[in-house]
């Protein structure tokens, strides 16, 4: 696989888009990324790093970067050099994603970078649910901001 830029290149197009559209209430962004790309612990179960290290490789760079364009993008706007049209954003990172039906009561875990949740799989079902009712319906409520 080549070099991967779509979520990076996207996440460039969408701020560029806020800037000139200077919406009056600034959405909180969320984005899916991918475990295993994190900085801090190890958050795939060990089995799965040589499969994230080398056959992902290139898919997660482009998450990286795509993080790491929202992180810029606030800096630049605490420091004043920049004015940022988001709330803020959420990164959502689920081991590897599965088209299963959900679960009558999902099992998703839940982590921080800090603290990370470690599992090898999810239904995207499951990840959609869960982005809805703790980030949609409650519009985030800053709890995960």
């Not at 560029?16 to 994190?38: E, H, Q, W």
């Not at 790491?68 to 800096?75: F, G, V």
């Not at 803020?88 to 875990?109: C, D, I, M, W, Y």
């Not at 599992?119 to 800053?142: C, P």
């Amino acid at each position: 696989m080549g070099k991967v830029t779509i979520c990076a290149e996207a996440m460039t197009s969408i701020l560029s888009a806020l800037a000139d559209l200077k919406p009056l209430r600034r959405p909180l962004i969320t984005v899916i990324s991918s475990t295993g790309i994190s900085a801090g612990p190890r958050d795939v179960p060990l089995l799965l790093v040589p499969l994230y290290k080398v056959i992902l490789h290139n898919a997660h760079q482009d998450k990286h970067n795509m993080e790491q364009i929202l992180t810029d993008s606030l800096a630049e706007s605490a420091s004043g050099r920049k004015e940022t049209w988001m709330r803020g954003f959420v990164t959502v990172r689920p081991s590897l994603l599965t088209n299963g039906p959900a679960l009558e009561q999902p099992k998703v875990r839940v982590g921080t970078l800090t603290k990370p949740a470690v599992g090898y799989t999810v239904s995207r079902e499951d990840v959609g649910k869960w982005i809805f009712d703790e980030l949609v319906a409650n519009e985030g409520r800053d709890r995960w901001v």
